[in-house]
């Protein structure tokens, strides 16, 4: 069973090298390689979920060198879980994005990017998971960040260029911060290696545990959008295409919460910064929620609740007890799957409607009664309507809450009540302006063209012949947009239109992605039960360090 651990981070590696030596000449087998990889990416992840359950963590010494020299990788229940719905959840959008057409070049570009940067970024979310030191967790961090700005200027537009250009500063800003943190913790200790520091980092005198424990939060707060370090988030993940806002959003900012977790218990236990992170996550949810109330761009809102809803996780994570990890971990577990949800139903949206604007959008709900379902259960699932996972998540964070009994805690039960309550305003007001009113005067009529290859800032300069980059052929540019359409998610070069129907694979693929989420509530007693011993585990520590150090 150790022997698939490191399967996860290898797979996506050699599959992107066979994604570009085929590249466009064999794209269907391309699309295939991307799939199957994938698919045995989650029976891996879900057999290491399992062995890590019952047999306990799992670790392999790369080159079978011990550490701190050797590159160590382990498996316990919390990254088994993580791999397992980061999985289901990138498999999804890539089936989404390939009904959507943003997987396939046409012959008109030299190099097929979207299925190699988008395996390397399963690569790097599998390495964090999987990562038993900080060089590893940078690695994978950095791993991310390379994919991450490729996805998101797909289409060289003005406006994902200069998101790209946010993102990849902030980025760069949270890695030197986090060399930094690892220079001062080798240091201080002589290693980078989990188990190692675990037994170490007591020894260090109070300033410098709490200075190193300080600064690795602010990296990790940076990667999950806490406020008030989110303010990259809204402008960023808007602007890309919706399988890429959705894979973003859904998955890369758990990944902060994910190792806000794994140092906050295995490194530094005893929850000395817990006011603060409770602080933080009070800020998260009401800065974020009372942003999304003031949106009418869907992306943008659903951005802005995703920073409120990050607060949840912070929440758990700044109480410290074994209920409030188990129901941090399953919020995580949730959040993941229905947040990617909501963005793939913006997608099918825009494609439908013609705009993310909700005050031009409306009769959804008679016109596309099948987009209106896949809309109305995430979103009160999101909202925490009982008796569905969000609701057992959000129950298990504030029983936690009430049973802490401190001060902060009651005051974060209070924040998370009202968030939750706005939550709902917010979707019922997505409800009734894109779904149930009737549709109003000048919605983008079906055949409208989105955007188009040369869809810039500067839509009214007169260009010409429009020359398609990399290739030396010119051609008449497709139709532009008419004034006041909103431009959407352009698809490899090609123009976007609305349809009456979308794609079969991009309907489906939502569909897989609300039925996952719809699992989780008929599966909640084995997945609470399982969160918990999550959370018993990481509190614990003992077993992760002896796995890793042979103890």
């Given amino acids: 069973m150790n022997a698939l651990v490191p399967l996860p981070v290898l797979l996506p590696l050699c599959a992107t090298g066979l994604s570009l030596a085929f590249g466009t000449r064999l794209a269907r087998f391309q699309r295939f390689i991307s799939v199957a990889?994938?698919?045995?990416?989650?029976?891996?992840?879900?057999?290491?979920?399992?062995?890590?359950?019952?047999?306990?963590?799992?670790?392999v010494h790369l080159g079978d060198f011990a550490p701190p020299l050797g590159v160590t990788l382990v498996a316990d229940r919390l990254s088994g879980l993580m791999l397992t719905v980061s999985s289901a959840v990138t498999l999804c959008v890539l089936v989404y994005s390939l009904g959507q057409g943003m997987a396939d070049r046409d012959k008109e570009t030299p190099v097929a990017v979207f299925h190699p940067a988008y395996l390397i970024l399963?690569?790097?979310v599998s390495l964090t998971f999987l990562a038993g030191d900080l060089v590893n967790l940078y690695v994978g961090f950095e791993i991310m960040l390379v994919s991450s700005f490729v996805l998101l200027t797909l289409g060289g537009t003005g406006p994902r260029i200069r998101a790209g250009s946010t993102y990849v500063i902030i980025s760069l800003f949270s890695s030197m911060v986090f060399l930094t943190a690892i220079a001062m913790t080798y240091a201080a200790t002589g290693t980078v290696n989990f188990a190692q520091l675990a037994v170490r980092l007591p020894d260090l005198g109070l300033g410098v545990q709490t200075l190193i424990q300080a600064m690795l939060l602010t990296v990790f707060a940076v990667k999950a959008a806490v406020f008030p370090l989110a303010?990259?988030?809204?402008?960023?993940?808007?602007?890309?295409?919706?399988?890429?806002?959705?894979?973003?959003?859904?998955?890369?900012?758990?990944?902060?919460?994910?190792?806000?977790?794994?140092?906050?218990?295995?490194?530094?236990?005893?929850?000395?910064?817990?006011?603060?992170?409770?602080?933080?996550?009070?800020a998260s949810m009401l800065v974020g929620i009372l942003g999304a109330v003031a949106q009418t761009d869907l992306k943008r809102l659903f951005s802005f609740t995703l920073i409120s809803h990050i607060g949840y996780m912070v929440f758990g994570i700044g109480l410290a007890t074994?209920?409030?990890?188990?129901?941090?971990?399953?919020?995580?577990?949730?959040?993941?799957?229905?947040?990617?949800?909501?963005?793939?139903?913006?997608?099918?949206?825009?494609?439908?409607?013609?705009?993310?604007?909700?005050?031009?959008?409306?009769?959804?709900?008679?016109?596309?009664p099948l987009l209106a379902v896949l809309f109305f259960v995430p979103a009160m699932n999101f909202a925490g309507i009982p008796p569905l996972?969000?609701?057992?998540?959000?129950?298990?964070?504030?029983?936690?809450?009430?049973?802490?009994?401190?001060?902060?805690?009651?005051?974060?039960?209070?924040?998370?009540?009202?968030?939750?309550?706005?939550?709902?305003?917010?979707?019922?007001?997505?409800?009734?302006?894109?779904?149930?009113?009737?549709?109003?005067?000048?919605?983008?009529?079906?055949?409208?063209?989105?955007?188009?290859?040369?869809d810039s800032d500067d839509d009214d300069a007169d260009t010409g012949p429009d020359r398609i980059p990399g290739t030396g052929d010119?051609?008449?540019?497709?139709?532009?947009?008419?004034?006041?359409?909103?431009?959407?998610?352009?698809?490899?070069?090609?123009?976007?239109?609305?349809?009456?129907?979308?794609?079969?694979?991009?309907?489906?693929?939502?569909?897989?992605a609300v039925a996952l989420g719809l699992a989780f509530t008929v599966l909640a007693g084995p997945l609470t039960a399982y969160t918990d011993r999550s959370a018993a585990e990481l509190i614990a520590r003992r077993p992760y360090v002896e796995e890793v150090l042979g103890r």
């Avoid at 409030?324 to 949206?349: D, K, N, P, R, S």
């Avoid at 359409?485 to 569909?511: N, Y």
Wanted: hydrophobic residues 50%; aromatic residues 8%.
């Fill in 37 to 59: 990889v994938l698919t045995a990416v989650l029976g891996l992840s879900v057999a290491l979920m399992i062995g890590a359950d019952r047999q306990g963590p799992l670790s």
């Fill in 389 to 454: 996972s969000g609701f057992i998540g959000k129950f298990g964070l504030m029983r936690a809450g009430v049973a802490d009994g401190s001060l902060w805690a009651w005051i974060l039960v209070t924040g998370a009540t009202v968030t939750s309550l706005l939550t709902l305003y917010v979707m019922a007001k997505i409800w009734n302006l894109a779904f149930w009113r009737t549709e109003p005067p000048g919605q983008a009529a079906y055949g409208t063209v989105l955007e188009s290859p040369d």
């Fill in 474 to 512: 010119e051609g008449i540019a497709p139709p532009r947009p008419a004034a006041g359409a909103t431009a959407a998610a352009t698809l490899q070069g090609r123009a976007v239109i609305t349809t009456v129907h979308p794609p079969r694979p991009m309907t489906a693929a939502t569909a897989g």
């Fill in 231 to 282: 303010a990259w988030l809204p402008d960023s993940y808007p602007t890309a295409p919706a399988p890429v806002t959705a894979v973003f959003a859904g998955l890369l900012t758990k990944v902060g919460i994910y190792c806000m977790l794994r140092t906050e218990t295995l490194l530094f236990p005893g929850n000395r910064l817990g006011d603060l992170l409770m602080a933080l996550a009070l």
């Fill in 322 to 368: 074994r209920a409030a990890y188990g129901g941090a971990i399953f919020y995580v577990a949730h959040h993941i799957t229905v947040q990617t949800t909501l963005f793939l139903v913006a997608g099918l949206i825009e494609r439908r409607g013609g705009t993310n604007e909700l005050t031009r959008l409306g009769g959804l709900a008679r016109s596309a």
């Fill in 122 to 124: 399963v690569a790097g």
